[in-house]
């Protein structure tokens, strides 16, 4: 649950492939050539997931709502910009393939709760032009409150857990530089689709367990290992489908 972003550590295919091309110091050139000469290639995911929070889901909405206190603090190393009461510029990362890298950033809309649901959905980042690439986020979280187990063992955890279930529907539209294109085209589609299924887990498993801890220290509530072991169990179990 711990482990860090993929920051500056692209996934690379074999080194024959990246014979193909020249190097892209200058990812807004070659984003432009691409665009003016290649159709964009979509990599789409969906993926799974929850994490547990040790108390009633009226508590957690209460916290979910007050997304201006902890959504910056749980998305850092990432770097977040605030826009608008609900919305903030959201830099990812680098990551990258067949020699090609891009650092994406998004603009998401923390949507304000609607018949039990929290929406989370893209856009626009004001002044900014994604290099080469679009982004359509739609992910959706509904609170289930349960009992929590008595096993644990830790008498002072509240009767109340509730589970935070999510899911994200994720698109993403890459125009590359014109060698990419001469590699055949199921390669490029499964390697992309491969690489956003690993950022989203990635980003994912260390998101859940900030806010997660994040949550349980702002309530001072203890929160037990066993918990933090189901949440990551939990995603690879359901994972991604490209």
Same mark, same amino acid.
């Given at each position: 649950m711990q482990s860090q972003f993929i920051q500056h550590q692209p996934i690379e295919v074999p080194e024959a492939?990246?014979?193909?091309?020249?190097?892209?110091?200058?990812?807004n050139d070659v984003a432009t050539?691409?665009?003016?000469?290649?159709?964009? #290639?979509? $990599?789409?995911?969906?993926?799974?997931?929850?994490?547990e929070m040790y108390a009633d889901a009226q508590t957690v909405a209460q916290y979910l709502d007050n997304h201006q206190g902890w959504f910056?603090?749980?998305a850092h190393p990432m770097k977040v910009e605030q826009l608008g009461k609900n919305g903030y510029a959201l830099a990812i990362g680098r990551f990258g393939s067949f020699g090609y890298q891009v650092e994406p950033k998004i603009?998401?809309?923390?949507?304000?709760?609607?018949q039990g649901i929290y929406r989370i959905k893209t856009?626009?980042?004001p002044n900014y032009v994604a290099p080469?690439?679009? #982004?359509? $986020?739609?992910?959706a979280m509904d609170l289930v409150e349960v009992s929590s187990d008595s096993s644990s063992g830790q008498s002072r955890l509240p009767s109340a857990l509730t589970r935070v279930e999510w899911q994200l529907d994720l698109a993403v539209d890459i125009h590359f530089p014109k060698f990419i294109y001469k590699l055949p085209k199921s390669l490029i589609q499964s390697t992309g689709d491969r690489l956003l299924c690993q950022i989203v887990r990635q980003v994912s498993r260390r998101l859940t367990y900030k806010v997660q801890e994040d949550f349980h220290k702002s309530l001072q509530i203890p929160f037990p290992q066993k918990s933090q072991k189901r949440s990551a169990a939990s995603m690879k179990a359901e994972g991604c489908n490209t």
């Open positions: 492939f990246l014979d193909q091309g020249s190097s892209l110091s200058e990812p050539e691409a665009a003016s000469s290649f159709e964009a #290639v979509r $990599f789409h995911t969906r993926f799974v997931d929850c994490m910056c603090r749980c603009g998401l809309d923390l949507m304000p709760e609607e856009i626009p980042i080469g690439y679009d #982004v359509d $986020f739609n992910a």
